[in-house]
């Protein structure tokens, strides 16, 4: 991992009515990290990922991707960086009339000038890099298990190939295998294609298992940025109660263990 920022986030505003949901919030996204963001219910974890996307609308600060500000781009500029990041969203987020295939193929369809044969080729390929068998390509989402969903939309969101890949809740309703299998393919095309990967999340098996680092999203900023085993340190309520409550001290048991076995 380099220290580049790739993505950064200053004095960030967001608000919904007389919500305030953020205020004032920093975030620098470094190359070739897996960052976590994690956060409370209600600390705008999600909207914090739509905002830095261009996703959602926000009342005032300033978002750089790649060195440029993003409000001050022009489309076909826009466009050109939107090409380098992929997105998964909550179970994949698949449209329901299309089949696999076809739903990785849509991207492709819409950002290149390839031929019909190729993209058909690429789309397999992407298919078969998330770990779905060959015949999950022509199905439906609906006939599809979550966590075969998810990988599909891990598929759709490789597509272009990718410099960053945000996340959204990933492991969400995936029981503890499958949530522990799709850490892994995280892991692996992590390091595989050398990606910067931005994780949302609640999950502290995989904040543990995967996260370099960990952004905590609490009185409406990031209140800090740092390893897991910094963080879970902190004496912030917030962050006692999550890291150093049951949960948390058997999320990181098992991490440790985990490790101990891989040496």
């Not at 999600?46 to 060195?67: C, D, E, T």
């Not at 290149?112 to 989402?141: M, Q, S, W």
């Not at 599909?152 to 299998?181: H, K, M, N, Q």
């Not at 917030?238 to 991490?255: K, V």
Request: overall charge negative.
């Amino acid at each position: 991992m380099t220290t580049d920022v790739v993505m950064s986030v200053r004095g960030l505003r967001n608000q919904f009515g007389e919500q305030v949901v953020h205020q004032d919030l920093d975030l620098d996204i470094l190359k070739g990290e897996v960052l976590g963001i994690i956060g409370g219910s209600g600390a705008g974890k999600s909207v914090l990922m739509r905002s830095i996307l261009g996703l959602q609308p926000y009342r005032a600060g300033r978002i750089w991707w790649f060195g440029q500000e993003m409000a001050t781009l022009d489309d076909s500029e826009r466009h050109a960086l939107e090409r380098r990041v992929g997105v998964m969203f909550q179970d994949g987020a698949l449209f329901s009339s299309l089949t696999v295939l076809e739903n990785v193929m849509v991207p492709l369809k819409e950002h290149t000038a390839l031929d019909e044969h190729f993209i058909c080729e690429l789309a397999r390929l992407k298919i078969a890099l998330v770990g779905l068998p060959p015949d999950a390509a022509n199905k439906y989402p609906e006939t599809l298990s979550g966590g075969m969903r998810k990988r599909a939309g891990l598929a759709r969101a490789l597509a272009l190939d990718p410099e960053i890949l945000f996340f959204d809740e990933p492991t969400s309703g995936l029981d503890p295998i499958g949530a522990a299998a799709f850490d892994e393919l995280v892991s692996t095309l992590h390091q595989a294609l050398h990606l910067t990967v931005i994780l949302i999340t609640h999950d502290l098996d995989s904040v543990y298992r995967i996260c370099e680092r960990v952004a905590v999203l609490a009185d409406r900023h990031v209140i800090a940025v740092d390893k897991p085993s910094v963080i879970q340190e902190l004496d912030q309520p917030w962050i006692r109660e999550c890291f150093q409550g049951p949960r948390g001290r058997m999320a990181y048991t098992q991490s440790e263990q985990l490790k101990a076995d891989s040496r």
